[in-house]
């Protein structure tokens, strides 16, 4: 099976990480590609697993209309099969693909950012007072 990995942060998280433990551990004979931003140090990880042809540079947390563009190309170029996005701004992308190319959407929720959020909200959404 062709699987294609999306994340809009490559940089220091738990997201990051766990999409590598994905990577690392992915059952034998599925063939791996990553759309990623070119952040460090989980992009040259990525690279180093799966070699630079099978990363597709997207924009660090922002959409953008051509990496969208490059994405589909790719997903069928290669016949890959399933979109497994990551996080809020991957998951936009995964969706939009699942919706215009053959490929499946799985997405993984990783949380929200209540830090961002107003103290009344964040604290009747959350029970939170941080």
Known sequence: ?????????????????????????????????????RDEPYHQR????????????????SFKLSALRALARVIRQQGIAVVHSHGKGAGLYGRILAAITPAQSV?????????NMAGRRRQSTFGWRG
């Open 1 to 37: 099976m062709k699987i294609l990995f999306l994340t809009v942060r490559a940089d220091l998280g738990g997201g990051p990480e766990h999409l590598l433990q994905l990577i690392a551990h992915a059952p034998e004979g599925s063939e791996v590609y990553v759309g990623c931003p």
């Open 46 to 61: 990525y690279v180093d697993f799966l070699g630079a042809e099978r990363i597709i540079e997207i924009p660090h947390r």
């Open 107 to 115: 997405h993984t929720f990783h949380g929200l950012h209540v830090a």
